[in-house]
């Protein structure tokens, strides 16, 4: 076992080395032109197509998904293994090379227009044709929990390509009928009893072209829809597992960056005291900062602080006051978009009308593993070990920076120490590859301090809710959503002429207006700001603070109603959404809603439908001596089909606790243009002795197979205040709520 975990790990940066070319054509993609297949032949490794390579050892599958803890490296090897028989034991997973082949066809369907919980299988066809655009864009991206959906076909067609293939060749060698193979632990099975392992047959079946193939019934399956032990596990638990910021290098050397926190540039820097400090070698000038480079990082980090530098001033305003003054701006102006207009909003209803004001701060990613990167520039080509969620940008966004082809970089993909969408943005890379540019032949570790990777993140946007709704009858008869933030997609810098404002973007109300209730007048509009704060991803996006304004505003619904909330909620879905329905059920039957609780207790609903789940969240909470505590949240959600539900449950639970950490206590302030938020001491995260106890469902109703990465996140928020609401009758409509109660964290 020890030496499979090495070869794993050594492994795990050898893909550069597995050059591109040939193979097989692999008959999976919409669009008809197949991207060329990346692998080539090496070292006994045969690659039957992008993702299958066969190999004297068992076989390798690759995987082209960042590996951050979600556990999506593990579940894709499922999907082709199911297909291509081979034992679990035998698998090695490896991220692969950047390369067009691996373009994320989910992520890009579901910018099709029209709500994601009401498709079927028409709307679900041309999600699948739209999606071989992001193929054109050279779009591999890890992001948007799309990675179980757009894995699901795509992987066990190339288990079972392969598989077929592998079996035409020993019929041939055999002089049997091809239907008269099985396989079985890697191996092709005559009727009568001869075998041939895959390894025989591997270099002759990738010149040929597959048969036509059929995908297997689920009721088949041997590794899908049970709990697998990950294929990281091993590596994870012996420390064996490599990130970027354990690459070692013979002759290698350690730096840092310190950039300008205001995102500009510099007057002048003074790095005399840095220089003299015992193991410093070099400070390197990178325009809109320094670099330093040192006999180990600590040093390197200690100088960095040392060196007397004059930033520039920013482009933004300088106080959290001023810059969200004026991004609340963009209330001033019609809306740029209104994705959701059903009924008449504008026309007076009876009933009881009440209006509240939502507001979420800006945040940080923090991911444990600060930004970092490893790199070599050699003869012209650079190698760069970067843990990057958007492979094909980082290379060719690193190539452009220090002047070389995209073909001379070699990037390797090792694992994520968590990404929260941090990662799809290459700065961390280029900083890298400009720093080993300056110091040609020689390996260079780069790793950010935590202070300078809360500094120079880029943060998710702060974001206001401006809600007004009617209740008649004990229902909800209409619902009027005005959102305003900065936008993702565009420039978010300050317009010259203050009418020229941004775009139209949906995922500005991603969790509000695409909620499955049925509201007879429901509207959604978005009003896009320019800030021109750096701007990013966020762990579930717009839904991370639309699923705390829409849910929290319908909790205050039911309310004014006189409704039980949760029964509220199931009444309006169960008119739209089945599963969305069912989740809210399971989530009551598991919690005890409705029966008798402790004194000084109290339970909250929250539900948000995003990324394609529907999930429910009930939070339990208890009034303490020394304040509050949160004790408990039972999640349910609806997947449509659950691979591994070991890992769902994983998942689920971590992104709920993700959230409410993100809700308790998570925000980012600035004076004088900079985070004032340094590290964990002032931007904490719920710790184990705080953190709730956790149960979950999985349910499989839904139409459609979806992630789980991001999707308990939403939902988090709303059921924390709406249980503090019950508790303390304070309706708290600003995060972080720790600013508002006394929570024991």
């Given amino acids: 076992m020890a030496g499979r975990i090495r070869k794993i790990a050594r492994r795990s940066f050898l893909i550069g080395s597995v050059a591109v070319a040939g193979g097989v054509a692999f008959g999976v993609y919409k669009f008809r032109e197949t991207p060329p297949n990346p692998l080539a032949p090496t070292d006994g490794a045969i690659p039957l197509n992008p993702f299958v390579v066969i190999t004297r050892d068992g076989v390798t599958i690759i995987t082209p998904k960042a590996e951050m803890g979600q556990g999506v490296q593990s579940t894709w090897a499922a999907l082709a293994a199911e297909e291509l028989d081979v034992d679990w034991e035998d698998i090695t997973i490896l991220h692969g090379p950047p390369a067009q082949a691996y373009f994320n066809s989910a992520l890009f369907g579901e910018a099709v227009p029209g709500l994601a919980y009401k498709v079927g299988p028409t709307g679900a066809a041309i999600r699948d044709l739209a999606g071989g655009g992001a193929k054109l864009l050279n779009l591999q991206l890890t992001g948007g929990s799309t990675s179980t959906r757009d894995g699901y076909e795509k992987m066990r067609m190339a288990g079972a390509t392969a598989r077929e293939t592998l079996k ?441 439908y995003s990324f394609g789940a529907a999930v429910a969240q009930v939070v339990q909470v208890s009034q303490r001596d020394r304040g509050i505590s949160i004790d408990k949240v039972w999640i349910a959600a609806d997947v449509g089909r659950a691979l591994d539900p070991g890992n769902l449950e994983a998942q689920l639970s971590g992104g709920a606790i993700f959230g409410l950490s993100a809700a308790v206590s998570g925000k980012i302030t600035f004076r004088d243009g900079i985070a004032e938020q340094q590290n964990f001491w002032d931007n904490d995260a719920l710790r184990m002795q705080s953190a709730p106890a956790t149960e979950v469902r999985v349910l499989e109703t839904a139409y459609r197979i979806s992630g789980v990465g991001e999707v308990a996140v939403p939902p988090a928020a709303p059921a924390l205040g709406n249980a503090l609401f019950r508790l303390t009758g304070q309706r708290a409509r600003r995060l972080p709520f720790g600013d508002t109660f006394n929570l024991l964290v």
């Fill in 168 to 608: 035409l060749v020993a019929a041939r060698r055999l002089g049997v009928g091809f239907g008269e193979l099985s396989t079985a632990s890697g191996e092709v099975i005559a009727r009568d009893g001869r075998r041939i392992p895959y390894a025989d047959l591997a270099e002759e079946a990738a010149q040929i072209e597959p048969p036509e193939i059929e995908l297997r019934d689920p009721s088949q399956w041997r590794y899908l829809g049970r709990t697998m032990p990950r294929l990281d596990m091993i590596p994870k638990v012996t420390g064996t597992a490599r990130y970027a910021v354990d690459v070692r290098l013979p002759g290698m050397k350690f730096a840092t960056v310190r950039m300008n926190p205001r995102r500009t540039g510099m007057f002048s820097y003074d790095a005399s005291a840095a220089l003299a400090m015992e193991g410093v070698e070099k400070v390197i000038d990178l325009g809109g900062g320094i670099a330093v480079v040192a006999r180990n990082t600590w040093i390197a980090i200690q100088a960095a602080e040392a060196v007397d530098i004059v930033w520039e001033g920013p482009v933004y305003p300088e106080t959290t006051e001023a810059l969200n003054a004026l991004a609340l701006t963009a209330f001033d102006r019609s809306a740029n978009s209104t994705p959701r207009d059903e009924g008449d909003v504008d026309k007076p209803q009876d009933g009881i009308e009440i209006a509240a004001e939502y507001e979420a701060p800006w945040l940080a990613h923090t991911t444990m593993e600060p930004m970092s990167s490893a790199a070599l520039f050699s003869d012209g080509k650079l190698t760069l070990w970067s843990g990057t969620q958007a492979p094909i940008l980082a290379r060719d966004r690193t190539a452009e920076a220090i002047g070389i082809a995209p073909e001379d970089v070699e990037l390797i993909v090792p694992y994520l120490g968590g990404g929260y969408g941090r990662r799809s943005v290459a700065d961390f890379s280029i900083l890298a590859a400009r720093v080993a540019a300056a110091m040609p032949d020689v390996p260079v570790s780069v790793t950010w301090s935590r202070e300078e990777d809360m500094r120079n993140d880029f943060y998710r946007p702060a974001a206001w809710g401006r809600f007004r709704g009617v209740v008649l009858d004990g229902q909800a008869v209409l619902l009027d959503g005005k959102i305003a933030s900065t936008s993702l997609i565009g420039d978010s810098s300050p317009p010259a002429d203050p009418d020229d404002w941004q775009m139209g973007d949906r995922e500005l109300v991603a969790g509000a207006w695409d909620q499955p209730y049925g509201i007879p007048n429901y509207r959604v509009s978005g009003y896009t700001a320019r800030t021109g704060m750096a701007v990013g991803y966020w762990r579930s996006v717009g839904a991370s603070y639309n699923g705390f304004f829409f849910d929290t505003f319908i909790d205050e619904l039911a309310f004014a109603a006189q409704r039980d909330p949760l029964q509220f909620r199931l009444e309006m879905a169960r008119r739209e959404h089945e599963p969305s329905a069912a989740a809210i059920e399971a989530v009551a039957e598991m919690s005890g809603w409705g029966k008798a609780l402790p004194e000084r207790t109290a339970l909250g609903i929250g539900f948000t």
